[in-house]
């Protein structure tokens, strides 16, 4: 009995004997160190707080997808169609024709209260300025002369919608109309997030499209052609989020509110949209944008 207790008292002694600093080396040496690797682990997986029906982000430059909810599931997509609008009159050209402003495009407007570019019967403007009056107050008015003009007559121009949009490979989209407004029904025309993404990567490769959405307003001088126009973009990331450089928002009561959005940071670059994100908070749409654009500059 006597030895067993003179072990136990050595074995104290020389447990005592250790230096803190060494007994605190010794617990260190087995915790988890923190990296780069195991900070990434505790981010969250997915972004939180994406207040929409459907929506995607992607990695611009590579194309690789970061989150997507519903990506394939086709919703009516409002204004957003506007997108496609601009990109058949970019890709036809001709932007310093002049399209002199009727009464039919006001009227257009005013019966479908539509969002409109504030336009004066008997104006005359160039395509390149109907194009800023409807991508940047997304002017119903301004897309009803660009089609008539382009198409020549709208069941022209929509149908050159339509074929642009296969050769972009956007197979489950379809356009009734130039502005994505509820005719002939609310959800005639309609796409999905993954085609709204090729559409907004095919736009945002044409200098002249990426010059007019990443303004945040834009004025016209009166001449004796045209009244004094200012246009300010609907787009509230722009000015709000850094490194906004566009694109488009939409609303319609079928659509709820809808962006398609791009930032730019650090060398990355990521483009998204959510759609139907509620159809009475038009901020929230903003809102969900910001937080998809964090969690993705963030590391995704």
């Not at 260190?28 to 780069?36: I, L, Y």
């Not at 079928?254 to 398609?260: D, K, N, R």
Request: charge should be positive; proline fraction near 4%; glycine fraction near 10%.
């Amino acid at each position: 009995m006597h030895s067993l207790r003179r072990v136990a008292v050595a074995a104290c002694v020389i447990a005592c004997a250790v230096p803190a600093a060494q007994v605190g080396g010794l617990a260190a040496a087995h915790a988890t160190p923190v990296t780069a690797s195991t900070a990434a682990a505790h981010r969250p997986a997915a972004p939180a707080g994406v207040v929409a029906v459907a929506g995607d982000l992607v990695n611009a430059a590579s194309g690789k997808r970061m989150w997507s909810r519903g990506l394939n599931t086709r919703h009516p997509i409002a204004s957003l169609t506007k997108v496609m609008t601009a990109l058949v009159v970019l890709s036809d050209g001709h932007l310093n024709r002049k399209i002199k402003v009727t009464e039919a495009a006001i009227q257009y407007a005013a019966e479908h209260s539509a969002g409109n570019a504030g336009l004066h019967v008997g104006d005359v403007l160039t395509a390149w300025q109907l194009l800023e009056g409807m991508l940047l107050p997304s002017g119903a008015d301004a897309a009803y002369l660009l089609a008539h003009s382009y198409g020549p007559g709208w069941h022209a121009f929509v149908k050159a919608m339509n074929v642009k949009a296969r050769k972009l490979g956007m197979t489950r989209t379809h356009f009734a109309n130039f502005d994505g407004l509820p005719w002939p029904s609310p959800r005639a025309t309609y796409s999905t997030p993954r085609d709204l993404i090729l559409l907004g990567e095919a736009a945002m490769k044409v200098a002249g499209f990426r010059q007019i959405v990443g303004q945040r307003r834009h004025r016209v001088a009166a001449t004796r052609a045209h009244h004094r126009y200012v246009w300010t973009n609907t787009n509230l990331l722009l000015g709000q989020y850094r490194g906004t450089i566009g694109i488009k928002t939409g609303y319609t009561t079928a659509a709820g509110y809808c962006l398609i959005f791009e930032a730019k940071r650090g060398g990355k670059e990521l483009m998204g949209v959510v759609l139907d994100s509620t159809n009475s908070n038009a901020n929230m749409r903003f809102t969900s944008a910001r937080r998809l654009l964090t969690w993705g500059f963030a590391g995704g």
